[in-house]
């Protein structure tokens, strides 16, 4: 058996979850993607629950982290604004210092687990 180790930060603001694991991973599929339709197929969510946690997203933050247009005869789009982008870096470099900070405990840790 294998283990793995997996941190799941979240930043609440009041009783919501402003930024977390969940809400970096679909900010980083509408980057790649350029649609929340698309991001939500890419991540097996509905369009509706792809939607409402960008919306939360960007009401939690000082600026939007996603823009929209809507569809029509020239399609529309999705891209994330220089803060959603900031985002997705900073948090991914938050985890990675943890582990790096945490790699010594971590490997102590799994020398504890059974094989």
Do not use: C
Request: hydrophobic share 50%; no cysteine.
């Amino acid at each position: 058996m294998k283990s793995k180790v997996q941190f799941r930060m979240r930043i609440y603001r009041d009783d919501s979850i402003a930024i977390g694991p969940g809400k970096v991973a679909l900010l980083e599929a509408v980057a790649e993607t350029g649609s929340i339709s698309a991001a939500a197929r890419q991540l097996g969510m509905s369009y509706r629950r792809a939607w409402l946690l960008i919306d939360e997203t960007n009401r939690a933050m000082v600026h939007p982290a996603v823009n929209t247009a809507a569809g029509g005869a020239h399609g529309g789009g999705t891209a994330l604004t220089p803060l959603g982008q900031e985002l997705i870096t900073r948090y991914r470099a938050v985890e990675n210092a943890a582990r790096v900070a945490a790699a010594a405990d971590l490997a102590a840790l799994n020398r504890l687990i059974a094989p």
